[in-house]
């Protein structure tokens, strides 16, 4: 099978060979991009004089006929042609004759891959970032219905002092919020145009670079063409990026899995979000939570083999380089996937309520509230903090709970103590009281969620 570059060839490659250098099982994703990059290339060429009007237009006609049949999925892709850059041109050969071997001109497959990709990665980001605004309104919705919703905090995973549910769901939220941020300013990158950077060097045609970045909608264009078709840290940002918002996803799968459990039940899960066994009759499983929390192995695994891919390559261009695509393609599966399962998962689970309070009466996580008091009354932290010590040793000695104490025992630990510490370890008065800016109090929790919704505006 004679190859489009065959005429410095005297011998063809096995198929068995082509097949393993050959991208066309995956990068036939890009055939949109592929298509839309070489219409603004051909427009250029014209517009530049660089080839002839009528020449122009067979070459538009063609490709836009290529278009409508990969909108339909009516185009067959073939290894012998390596790539989607091959195919497509090859396609447009077979349609309006040899003048489509014009398209190519000035122009290489190094700067044609890196344009779909910044084409590919712009349209998915704005997915992303549009996917990560609904998870964040879902969020905001749940939280609004639980400001007064008590549970306990952790640290160590040993409960700390109680706190509201929503301010637990809006910590999420403000992840979410640095993630939006981050993938929206990494598009400035991503928004740059390689296009007509050539193979490395540039071309000798009269291109005009400019014209053609704008015809994509790219903000600007690469300032080196060495740099142009050798950069891939759009692509290793989207990773990163996509890996912190993954460990954020890991973390609520986590905390998720455990509330849904026996141990817990704080939550429960929505059946169409949760699976049975095949076995055990009595099961239903987090399965989307722990999915999650097991996909997040596989995105930092993409940027980890990317990073790997490009650290010892020299410039320019290098076919370790077509390595970038398949990860990009599976975290963008991945993220999107994950952003709306979790959505969902979240609007649709029940809260348990009255659980999650009972849980805040059986602990010591009002344990601080009486340190404080006695500092209020004039008693250093320090010594509040033995005297309280050892009231909660005794309770456990006794198995009771601070509530549980008579007031003689408190006058005894010390006679600071009065008969309104009983409403002050209240876990809702624990709760309410913290109400110092970014706090649990539920004044603070509402106007942080005040603060949430003008984000979303
Ligand atoms: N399929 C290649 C890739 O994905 C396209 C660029 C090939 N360029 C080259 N000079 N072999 O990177």
Not at 17 to 24: G, H, L, R, T
Not at 238 to 259: P, Q, T
Request: aromatic letters at 8%; a negative charge.
């Amino acid at each position: 099978m004679k190859k489009l570059w065959g005429g410095r060839f005297t011998k063809s490659a096995e198929a068995w060979v082509d097949e393993f250098s050959a991208s066309i099982s995956f990068d036939q994703l890009l055939v949109e991009e592929d298509i839309e990059g070489s219409l603004a290339h051909v427009k250029m060429l014209g517009h530049c004089g660089i080839l002839p009007q009528d020449e122009v237009e067979q070459i538009i006609q063609g490709l836009e006929k290529l278009r409508m049949k990969a909108k339909n999925n009516e185009l067959t892709f073939s290894v012998q042609y390596e790539d989607i850059h091959l195919n497509i041109e090859k396609m447009l050969i077979d349609e309006i004759g040899p003048v489509g071997g014009k398209l190519h001109t000035g122009r290489s497959r190094n700067d044609q891959v890196a344009t779909d990709m910044h084409l590919y990665l712009r349209k998915e980001v704005k997915d992303i970032l549009q996917l990560i605004r609904e998870f964040q309104k879902v969020l905001i919705e749940k939280a609004e219905n639980h400001i007064e919703t008590i549970l306990p905090g952790y640290t160590h995973l040993q409960r700390a002092q109680p706190i509201s549910f929503a301010h637990h769901l809006l910590a999420y939220f403000w992840m979410l919020e640095r993630d939006y941020e981050r993938f929206h300013e990494s598009l400035k990158r991503i928004n740059l145009s390689p296009l007509g950077a050539g193979a490395l060097a540039g071309t000798t045609f009269p291109i005009d670079r400019h014209y053609s970045a704008q015809l994509l909608g790219f903000e600007g264009i690469y300032e080196n063409s060495l740099d142009a078709v050798s950069d891939r840290d759009f692509i290793l940002e989207f990773l990163s990026h996509a890996s912190i918002l993954m460990m954020h996803l890991s973390r609520f799968s986590e905390e998720i899995i455990l509330w849904s459990s026996s141990e817990f039940q704080f939550i429960e899960l929505d059946d169409a979000f949760a699976t049975g066994s095949s076995m055990m009759p009595q099961k239903k499983n987090p399965d989307m939570a722990e999915l999650i929390r097991g996909k997040t192995g596989r995105v930092y695994g993409h940027l980890i083999g990317l990073l790997t891919v490009l650290k010892g390559l020299p410039l320019t261009y290098n076919k370790d380089l077509q390595e970038d695509k398949e990860g990009m393609f599976d975290t963008v599966t991945t993220i999107k996937g994950s952003l709306k399962i979790f959505a969902k998962m979240v609007e649709t689970m029940t809260v348990r309520k009255e659980v999650m309070e009972k849980t805040t009466k059986e602990d010591f996580s009002n344990a601080t509230e009486l340190a404080d008091y006695l500092v209020t009354k004039g008693m250093p932290f320090r010594q509040a903090h033995e005297v309280v010590g050892k009231l909660v040793l005794y309770c456990i000695q006794e198995g009771k709970y601070l509530l549980d104490l008579p007031l003689s025992v408190y006058k005894e630990a010390s006679d600071l103590f009065a008969e309104d510490i009983y409403e002050v370890l209240k876990p809702r008065t624990v709760v309410a009281r913290r109400n110092s800016a970014g706090g649990t109090g539920f004044e603070q929790v509402r106007k942080q969620l005040e603060k949430a919704r003008k984000v979303l505006e």
